[in-house]
C-alpha cells in the first residue's frame, strides 16, 4: 500500500500495522494524511479542541528511525490517535471541555497517554466533549458543538463526543475516552462506531480528571472490534498510582477473535432494557440477534429484578460524587455552563442517607447479575433507545412516550457504569434517517475477551462497519 494512493476512510490498525512494521508504509505521511483531514473537517465536526501538528509530525519522524534501526514496538506503532480533553498531556493544555481550565498545562501524562506513547502510537491532539464529562450530548457552550458526522444538525452523543466523531469521520484511527454514565458508548452508538468500555479498574484512571470516583472508566473507540482489542491489550493492567486498579492478568484480546461463538450463551436482558424502545431501534437489534443465533449462539431471554432502582442509584452516585468533585467551580466559578451547574444543583441537594441507599441497591445488582452470569456469557441490547438526537432537541418521543433528551441518553448505559461490568457497542444497522443504530453486549468481570468475541463475529458476518458518513471529499 503506497501512502499516496490509500484511500484515508478504509485504513485500520489491522491492516497497516504489518505495512508498517515491513517499513512499506512512510508514517511522515501518514500522520501527515491524517493531520490535514482533521485539520479540514474540523470546521464541519469540530471534533478538536487542540490538534499538534508539529508534535505529530515530529513523533512520526521519531517512529520511523525506530523502524529503520529494527526497534518495533507492537501494533500501535506509528498509529494516529487523539485524546478526549480531561487526559493529563504533559506540555499540552488540558482544558476538559471548559474555559475554566482554558490555560491548564500538566505537568504529567495520564498512565494510559503515557502507555500509548511507550507502544508507539503517535497523539494528533485533544478532542471536544461536554464540560467536565458531565453531560450526554457534548454541546459545549465554550468550544462549540461537537457535531455529528451523519448528520451535522444531530448530536454526537457525549460526553466524549469528540472522541467518537473524530472516529467515525477517519480523522483518527482510534481514540480514548471516558465513561461514567455511558459516555463512551452513547457517542459510539450515535456515531456509528466500536466503542469499549472494559470492567471497573481493568484501566488505570491516573492523571484522568475525575467527576465520579466509583463510576469513571476509561473507554476506546475503533472503527473495528480487532482495533479495540489491541488498544486494550496496550492500556489495561495494573497501575500503583490508581488504587482502584486492578492486578487481573492482561490477556492478548485480539487471538479470541475467531469469528467462532457456537455454543456462546446469550442473555437477552427483556425487562427495562426492551420497554421504551424506538421501533427502529427494535427491529435492528432483533435481526441482530438473529444474526447471532444463524453463528451458533444459543439464546435465553433473561429478567433480572430493580433494574429501575439501579437507574436511579446510579443518577444518586454520579450526581452526589460529581458534586465533591466539582465542589470549588461550583461555588467560585460563574463561568460554568449552565447544564453543569443545574446538575450540580441536583447533586448538593442529596442527603448522605440517599447515597448509602443507592450503595445498596449498587451491591444488590452486583449480585444478581454475578448470578445471571452463572446461566449465560453475555447479555445483549440495544446500546440507545433512539438513535441521535437533534442538538436542538430538549425532549425525543420513543415509541409514543415523550421522554428529555438527557434520561433518554443515558437510560440504557448508566447501570453498567454503577455495577463496574465489561460492556461494548458496535453499530448494527441504520434508520431511515440514516443515522446509526448501536448493540450493545455486556459480561462478567473482566470478561472483555467474551465481549470482543461476540462482537468481532457478529461484525465480522455483517458490514454496517464499513459505511461512510456523508462528509466532504478531503485530497
Not at 402 to 431: D, E, H, K, Q
Request: aromatic share 8%; charged share 20%; proline share 5%.
Amino acid at each position: 500500500m503506497e501512502t499516496s494512493d490509500m484511500n484515508i476512510t478504509s485504513v485500520t490498525i489491522s491492516n497497516l500495522k504489518e505495512k508498517i512494521k515491513e517499513g512499506e508504509i512512510s508514517l511522515t505521511e501518514l500522520v501527515q494524511a491524517f493531520l490535514n483531514r482533521s485539520e479540514r473537517l474540523n470546521k464541519e465536526i469540530n471534533a478538536f479542541i487542540t490538534i499538534l501538528r508539529d508534535e505529530a509530525l515530529e513523533s512520526a519522524h521519531r517512529a520511523e528511525e525506530e523502524l529503520r534501526a529494527g526497534q518495533y514496538r507492537g501494533p500501535l506503532h506509528g498509529i494516529p490517535f487523539a485524546l478526549k480533553d480531561l487526559f493529563f498531556t504533559r506540555g499540552v493544555r488540558t482544558t476538559c471541555g471548559s474555559k475554566i481550565l482554558a490555560d491548564f498545562i500538566p505537568d504529567k501524562n495520564a498512565a494510559v497517554a503515557q502507555k500509548l506513547l511507550e507502544a508507539g502510537a503517535i497523539n494528533l491532539g485533544k478532542l471536544n466533549m461536554h464540560e467536565f464529562a458531565f453531560g450526554p450530548t457534548s454541546l459545549n457552550p465554550h468550544y462549540g458543538d461537537v457535531r455529528n458526522p451523519w448528520n451535522q444538525d444531530h448530536m454526537s452523543g457525549g460526553s466524549s463526543g469528540g472522541s467518537a466523531a473524530s472516529v467515525a469521520a477517519s480523522m483518527a484511527l482510534f481514540t480514548l475516552g471516558t465513561d461514567t454514565g455511558g459516555s463512551v458508548r452513547i457517542p459510539a452508538a450515535c456515531c456509528g462506531v466500536v466503542g469499549l468500555k472494559p470492567t471497573y479498574g481493568r484501566i488505570s484512571v491516573y492523571g484522568v480528571y475525575p467527576l465520579c470516583w466509583s463510576m469513571d472508566h476509561v473507554g476506546i473507540f475503533a472503527k473495528r472490534v480487532r482495533d479495540a482489542a489491541y488498544v486494550l491489550k496496550a492500556i489495561a493492567g495494573n497501575d500503583p498510582c490508581d488504587i482502584t486498579s486492578a492486578s487481573e492478568e492482561v490477556p492478548d484480546y485480539a487471538t479470541s477473535l475467531t469469528g467462532e461463538i457456537r455454543g456462546v450463551r446469550i442473555g437477552l436482558l427483556l425487562n427495562y432494557y426492551f420497554e421504551i424502545l424506538d421501533r427502529e431501534v427494535r427491529a435492528k437489534v432483533d435481526e441482530a440477534v438473529k444474526t447471532l443465533v444463524e453463528l451458533g449462539a444459543q439464546v435465553e431471554e433473561i429478567s433480572i429484578p430493580h433494574l429501575e432502582e439501579g437507574a436511579a442509584a446510579a443518577l444518586i452516585t454520579l450526581s452526589a460524587e460529581s458534586a465533591s468533585s466539582l465542589e470549588e467551580f461550583y461555588h467560585t466559578r460563574p463561568e460554568l455552563g449552565a447544564d453543569i451547574r443545574g446538575r450540580l444543583d441536583l447533586g448538593v441537594l442529596f442527603p448522605a442517607t440517599a447515597y448509602i441507599k443507592a450503595q445498596r441497591v449498587r451491591r444488590y445488582l452486583q449480585e444478581s447479575f454475578r448470578e445471571t452470569f452463572k446461566k449465560v456469557d453475555v447479555l445483549v441490547t440495544p446500546t440507545l433507545p433512539i438513535t441521535a438526537p437533534r442538538r436542538d432537541a430538549t425532549s425525543v418521543s420513543i415509541d409514543g412516550v415523550s421522554m428529555p433528551v438527557v434520561p433518554a441518553l443515558t437510560r440504557l448505559t448508566r447501570l453498567y457504569n454503577l455495577i463496574g461490568l465489561p460492556v461494548i457497542t458496535l453499530p448494527c444497522g441504520f434508520s431511515q434517517e440514516g443515522l446509526p443504530i448501536g448493540l450493545q453486549i455486556a459480561g462478567k468481570p473482566f470478561a472483555e475477551a467474551t465481549i470482543l468475541q461476540v462482537a468481532h463475529a457478529y461484525e465480522a458476518n455483517t458490514d454496517w462497519h464499513e459505511k461512510e458518513p456523508p462528509l466532504p471529499r478531503v485530497e
